[in-house]
């Protein structure tokens, strides 16, 4: 009996091991599979407009350098939007995020020609961003200035909602879908997708991802184990 509670117990110490080194090594596998560390370094790329030769730091663009918090504060906050919005509409988060640089310079204060507003400048004249308080509301955009995120949230909602419709419309198509995002119609400016499809290209790569196919995108995260640092760069927000 006594050899038998010995060998039980022995049992229940191993299983318990096995159990503890099976969770040690799932849960740096769980790290990878989110894609916002790598969307966030990839935008803060895009936005430097100057590396010191010498110690390698970036300095981003003037507009992200004065965010609430600092450059890379914000952007990893636009980071969790694209994500999260990828998410909920089934739209490339990669792709959300070329839309945003092409758009706007990832300026959540910058002004279209005709008004648009918002990282991914959204037309004030139509009638589905009437409930879009960044796009319609004067005051809360100033507010907005004191946020870190600068209330980019529903703005990055709506445009993925707005493409995930077009998609639909377009037949499935996102190249035509694009050009529905950009004109009101499918495929109405083929310039447009090309750029946006570009600049996707251009962000994976930034940080060590291959340029997939739309729909891999998140699968494409998962399964890199590239290094997501550009040799001689240092991130870092200029405070």
């Known amino acids: 009996m006594a050899c038998s509670t010995r060998i039980r117990l022995m049992v229940c ?57 600092g450059c890379d504060a914000r952007l990893l906050e636009f980071a969790h939007y694209l994500k999260d919005a990828g998410e909920r509409f089934e739209i490339d988060p990669w792709l959300l995020a070329a839309m945003a640089f092409r758009e706007s310079g990832l300026n959540p204060f910058a002004v279209g020609t005709v008004g648009e507003r918002g990282i991914l400048q959204l037309h004030p004249k139509n009638r589905t961003v009437k409930g879009i308080r960044f796009v319609r509301d004067e005051w809360y955009r100033t507010r907005c200035k004191n946020r870190i995120g600068a209330c980019q949230k529903e703005v990055v909602d709506h445009a993925a909602r707005m493409l995930a419709s077009s998609l639909r419309k377009c037949g499935g198509n996102m190249e035509e879908a694009l050009g529905m995002y950009n004109t009101g119609r499918c495929g109405g400016s083929r310039r ?12 994976m790569r930034a940080v060590g991802l291959e340029d997939g196919d739309l729909h891999e995108g998140t699968q494409l995260v998962r399964a890199s184990t590239l290094s997501t640092h550009a040799p001689g760069a240092t991130l870092g927000a200029l405070e």
């Open 192 to 203: 447009y997708a090309e750029r946006v499809m570009t600049e996707r290209g251009a962000l």
């Open 13 to 69: 110490c191993s299983l318990a091991l096995v159990v503890l080194g099976v969770s040690a090594f799932t849960q740096p596998a769980r790290a990878e599979l989110d894609p916002v560390p790598l969307l966030q370094q990839a935008l803060r790329f895009r936005v430097t407009i100057h590396v010191n030769p010498r110690t390698g730091f970036m300095l981003p663009a003037y507009h992200c350098r004065r965010a609430k918090g």
